[in-house]
C-alpha cells in the first residue's frame, strides 16, 4: 500500500458519515468481524470515523494491511494484490 497523507485518509473516514463502507478481510473470524467482511458498515458518526481510521493505521503499521472502501469490488482487487 503505498504511503498517504494520514489527514486525508481521515478526511476520507468523515465524509462517508452515514454511508456504508467496507474492509478487506483480517485474521478474525469472529461473527461480528465476519459479518462486517461481508456486510460492510455504516459509519454512524465523526467518532466512529475517526476510530475506524485509527485501527486502519494501527493494523497497517504493526504490519497486517487493513484498508476500508466504498465497494466490495473494490476489497476485492485489494485482496488479490496482497495475496
Known sequence: MNKEDPTKRKKWFLERIG???FRNSN???CVVCSHIY???LIIANPDEA???HDIESDY???GH???YF???EEVIEF?????
Open 19 to 21: 454511508k456504508r463502507v
Open 27 to 29: 485474521e478474525c473470524t
Open 38 to 40: 461481508e456486510n460492510g
Open 50 to 52: 475517526k476510530y475506524l
Open 60 to 62: 497497517t503499521a504493526e
Open 65 to 67: 494491511p487493513l484498508r
Open 70 to 72: 466504498d465497494t466490495k
Open 79 to 83: 485482496e488479490k494484490g496482497i495475496k
